[in-house]
Protein backbone atom coordinates (compact mmCIF):
# COMPACT_ATOMS: atom_id res chain seq x y z
CA UNK A 1 0.00 0.00 0.00
CA UNK A 2 1.32 3.60 -0.78
CA UNK A 3 2.33 5.79 1.98
CA UNK A 4 1.51 9.38 3.25
CA UNK A 5 3.64 11.76 5.60
CA UNK A 6 1.44 14.46 6.88
CA UNK A 7 2.44 17.24 9.77
CA UNK A 8 0.18 18.57 12.07
CA UNK A 9 -1.89 15.33 11.83
CA UNK A 10 -3.63 15.78 15.52
CA UNK A 11 -6.59 17.76 14.78
CA UNK A 12 -8.44 19.31 11.88
CA UNK A 13 -7.61 18.62 8.25
CA UNK A 14 -4.65 16.72 9.47
CA UNK A 15 -7.03 14.38 11.82
CA UNK A 16 -9.50 13.77 9.43
CA UNK A 17 -7.02 13.22 6.16
CA UNK A 18 -5.32 10.80 8.80
CA UNK A 19 -9.04 9.06 9.42
CA UNK A 20 -9.33 8.60 5.74
CA UNK A 21 -6.53 7.55 4.66
CA UNK A 22 -6.10 5.03 7.30
CA UNK A 23 -9.38 3.87 6.17
CA UNK A 24 -8.49 2.72 2.93
CA UNK A 25 -5.89 1.20 3.84
CA UNK A 26 -2.64 3.25 3.39
CA UNK A 27 0.19 3.16 5.88
CA UNK A 28 0.32 7.04 7.42
CA UNK A 29 3.75 8.45 9.13
CA UNK A 30 1.87 10.84 11.40
CA UNK A 31 3.63 14.11 12.79
CA UNK A 32 2.49 16.31 15.62
CA UNK A 33 3.89 18.34 18.66
CA UNK A 34 2.66 16.20 21.65
CA UNK A 35 1.43 13.01 20.42
CA UNK A 36 1.09 11.58 24.11
CA UNK A 37 -2.06 14.38 24.12
CA UNK A 38 -3.29 13.41 20.79
CA UNK A 39 -6.06 11.39 22.02
CA UNK A 40 -8.12 10.78 18.68
CA UNK A 41 -5.14 10.26 16.66
CA UNK A 42 -3.81 7.63 19.09
CA UNK A 43 -7.38 5.90 18.42
CA UNK A 44 -6.52 6.36 14.76
CA UNK A 45 -3.06 4.51 15.45
CA UNK A 46 -4.11 1.56 17.52
CA UNK A 47 -7.00 0.94 15.08
CA UNK A 48 -5.04 0.50 11.66
CA UNK A 49 -2.80 -2.22 13.64
CA UNK A 50 0.59 -0.93 12.49
CA UNK A 51 -0.10 0.77 9.40
CA UNK A 52 -0.10 4.59 11.07
CA UNK A 53 3.41 5.27 13.15
CA UNK A 54 2.58 8.65 15.45
CA UNK A 55 6.03 10.54 15.49
CA UNK A 56 6.35 13.70 17.85
CA UNK A 57 7.68 16.72 15.40
CA UNK A 58 7.40 20.60 15.78
CA UNK A 59 7.74 21.74 12.01
CA UNK A 60 10.26 24.41 13.40
CA UNK A 61 13.04 22.51 14.72
CA UNK A 62 14.79 21.97 11.58
CA UNK A 63 17.06 19.43 13.23
CA UNK A 64 14.27 17.06 14.22
CA UNK A 65 12.93 17.31 10.40
CA UNK A 66 16.13 15.77 9.34
CA UNK A 67 16.68 13.38 12.22
CA UNK A 68 13.06 12.42 11.24
CA UNK A 69 14.28 12.01 7.85
CA UNK A 70 16.94 9.75 9.33
CA UNK A 71 14.85 7.15 10.80
CA UNK A 72 12.54 7.11 7.67
CA UNK A 73 15.85 7.21 5.67
CA UNK A 74 14.42 3.39 4.36
CA UNK A 75 10.95 4.33 3.24
CA UNK A 76 9.00 5.49 0.11
CA UNK A 77 6.57 8.28 0.35
CA UNK A 78 3.98 8.65 -2.23
CA UNK A 79 2.29 11.78 -0.63
CA UNK A 80 4.10 14.49 1.44
CA UNK A 81 1.52 16.31 2.88
CA UNK A 82 2.57 19.79 4.23
CA UNK A 83 -0.17 20.31 6.38
CA UNK A 84 0.69 22.20 9.83
CA UNK A 85 0.03 25.85 10.28
CA UNK A 86 -0.84 28.50 12.42
CA UNK A 87 -2.92 31.54 11.76
CA UNK A 88 -1.20 33.74 14.22
CA UNK A 89 -2.37 36.33 16.37
CA UNK A 90 -6.06 35.91 16.30
CA UNK A 91 -7.68 38.62 19.07
CA UNK A 92 -6.72 42.14 19.79
CA UNK A 93 -3.33 43.41 18.33
CA UNK A 94 -1.14 41.73 16.44
CA UNK A 95 -1.81 41.09 12.74
CA UNK A 96 -3.01 44.36 11.42
CA UNK A 97 -1.48 47.81 10.10
CA UNK A 98 -0.18 50.00 13.08
CA UNK A 99 -0.20 46.96 15.43
CA UNK A 100 1.97 44.00 14.18
CA UNK A 101 3.40 41.61 16.65
CA UNK A 102 6.98 40.94 14.60
CA UNK A 103 7.88 37.87 16.28
CA UNK A 104 4.76 36.14 16.32
CA UNK A 105 5.16 36.94 12.54
CA UNK A 106 8.00 35.14 12.38
CA UNK A 107 6.82 32.55 14.29
CA UNK A 108 4.09 32.11 11.35
CA UNK A 109 6.68 32.17 8.80
CA UNK A 110 8.58 29.47 10.57
CA UNK A 111 5.44 26.93 9.97
CA UNK A 112 3.46 27.98 7.24
CA UNK A 113 5.94 28.73 4.78
CA UNK A 114 9.86 27.71 5.92
CA UNK A 115 8.52 24.23 7.58
CA UNK A 116 7.19 22.75 4.47
CA UNK A 117 10.13 24.11 2.23
CA UNK A 118 12.39 22.51 4.88
CA UNK A 119 10.59 18.74 5.27
CA UNK A 120 10.42 18.67 1.52
CA UNK A 121 14.30 19.09 0.73
CA UNK A 122 14.63 16.77 4.27
CA UNK A 123 12.56 13.95 2.18
CA UNK A 124 12.98 14.56 -1.39
CA UNK A 125 14.75 11.15 -1.89
CA UNK A 126 12.00 9.33 -0.10
CA UNK A 127 9.54 10.74 -2.02
CA UNK A 128 11.39 10.29 -5.38
CA UNK A 129 11.97 6.54 -5.22
CA UNK A 130 7.93 6.01 -4.44
CA UNK A 131 5.59 5.01 -6.92
CA UNK A 132 2.99 8.10 -6.89
CA UNK A 133 6.12 10.64 -6.55
CA UNK A 134 3.72 13.82 -4.80
CA UNK A 135 4.60 16.79 -2.61
CA UNK A 136 1.12 19.31 -1.62
CA UNK A 137 1.07 21.85 0.96
CA UNK A 138 -2.46 23.26 2.44
CA UNK A 139 -2.66 27.14 1.36
CA UNK A 140 -5.33 29.53 1.87
CA UNK A 141 -7.59 31.33 -0.83
CA UNK A 142 -6.33 34.39 1.57
CA UNK A 143 -2.93 33.85 0.25
CA UNK A 144 -4.52 34.95 -3.20
CA UNK A 145 -4.25 38.58 -4.90
CA UNK A 146 -7.00 38.03 -6.48
CA UNK A 147 -9.41 36.26 -3.63
CA UNK A 148 -7.99 37.78 -0.15
CA UNK A 149 -10.11 39.18 2.11
CA UNK A 150 -9.08 41.35 5.49
CA UNK A 151 -6.45 42.12 6.60
CA UNK A 152 -4.38 39.46 8.48
CA UNK A 153 -0.81 40.65 7.63
CA UNK A 154 1.25 37.59 8.86
CA UNK A 155 -1.10 34.68 7.82
CA UNK A 156 -2.24 36.38 4.15
CA UNK A 157 1.78 36.67 3.57
CA UNK A 158 2.93 33.08 4.46
CA UNK A 159 0.45 31.65 2.88
CA UNK A 160 1.14 33.76 -0.09
CA UNK A 161 4.75 33.18 0.35
CA UNK A 162 3.98 29.48 0.60
CA UNK A 163 2.40 29.39 -2.84
CA UNK A 164 5.34 30.64 -4.34
CA UNK A 165 7.79 28.61 -2.87
CA UNK A 166 5.91 25.32 -3.61
CA UNK A 167 4.98 26.32 -7.25
CA UNK A 168 8.90 27.49 -7.74
CA UNK A 169 9.92 24.35 -6.23
CA UNK A 170 7.69 22.31 -8.98
CA UNK A 171 10.38 23.37 -11.13
CA UNK A 172 13.19 21.34 -9.30
CA UNK A 173 11.29 18.73 -8.62
CA UNK A 174 10.49 17.76 -11.93
CA UNK A 175 14.11 16.25 -12.55
CA UNK A 176 13.05 13.95 -9.92
CA UNK A 177 9.56 12.99 -11.63
CA UNK A 178 7.83 14.37 -8.40
CA UNK A 179 4.79 16.23 -8.57
CA UNK A 180 4.11 19.52 -6.50
CA UNK A 181 0.45 21.11 -5.40
CA UNK A 182 -0.64 23.63 -3.45
CA UNK A 183 -4.34 23.01 -2.04
CA UNK A 184 -7.20 25.58 -0.37
CA UNK A 185 -9.27 23.37 1.96
CA UNK A 186 -12.34 25.93 1.74
CA UNK A 187 -13.39 27.94 4.81
CA UNK A 188 -13.76 24.89 6.74
CA UNK A 189 -15.57 24.33 10.09
CA UNK A 190 -12.32 23.53 12.47
CA UNK A 191 -10.75 25.68 14.93
CA UNK A 192 -8.78 27.80 13.35
CA UNK A 193 -11.65 28.27 10.70
CA UNK A 194 -14.07 31.17 12.06
CA UNK A 195 -17.86 30.19 13.06
CA UNK A 196 -19.31 31.38 9.52
CA UNK A 197 -17.09 28.87 7.90
CA UNK A 198 -19.58 27.29 5.50
CA UNK A 199 -17.25 23.66 4.56
CA UNK A 200 -17.75 20.97 6.33
CA UNK A 201 -14.36 19.38 7.41
CA UNK A 202 -15.19 15.80 6.10
CA UNK A 203 -16.33 17.26 2.11
CA UNK A 204 -12.75 19.18 2.87
CA UNK A 205 -11.05 16.08 3.36
CA UNK A 206 -12.84 14.17 0.51
CA UNK A 207 -12.42 16.71 -2.43
CA UNK A 208 -8.81 17.39 -1.28
CA UNK A 209 -7.97 13.26 -1.94
CA UNK A 210 -9.11 13.50 -4.75
CA UNK A 211 -7.07 16.54 -5.86
CA UNK A 212 -4.25 14.68 -4.58
CA UNK A 213 -5.35 11.71 -6.90
CA UNK A 214 -5.33 14.04 -10.00
CA UNK A 215 -2.01 15.36 -9.42
CA UNK A 216 0.47 14.63 -12.12
CA UNK A 217 3.51 16.81 -14.02
CA UNK A 218 1.15 18.54 -16.26
CA UNK A 219 -1.16 19.78 -12.96
CA UNK A 220 2.50 20.24 -11.09
CA UNK A 221 3.06 23.68 -9.59
CA UNK A 222 -0.44 24.56 -10.06
CA UNK A 223 -2.99 25.87 -7.04
CA UNK A 224 -6.22 24.86 -6.69
CA UNK A 225 -9.42 24.76 -4.35
CA UNK A 226 -10.68 21.26 -2.86
CA UNK A 227 -13.56 20.80 -5.28
CA UNK A 228 -10.84 21.79 -8.63
CA UNK A 229 -11.64 25.08 -9.54
CA UNK A 230 -8.09 26.95 -10.32
CA UNK A 231 -7.21 29.62 -7.83
CA UNK A 232 -5.34 32.79 -9.43
CA UNK A 233 -3.57 34.57 -7.34
Not at 18 to 45: F, S
Not at 79 to 90: F, S, T, V
Not at 95 to 102: E, R, V
Request: glycine letters at 8%; one cysteine or more.
Amino acid sequence: MPTLLITGANRGLGLETVRQYADDGWNIIACCRNPDTATELNAIAEAAEGRVIIEALDVRDHAAIDALAKRHSHASIDLLLNNAGIIGPRDGPGQHFGDMDFEAWADVLKINLMAPMKMCESFVTQVARSDQKKMAAISSSIGSNTETAGDAYSYASSKAALNMVMTTMAKDMAQHGITVGVFCPGHVKTDMGAPEANVEIVDSITGLRQRFAEMNMERSGTYRRYNGDSIAW
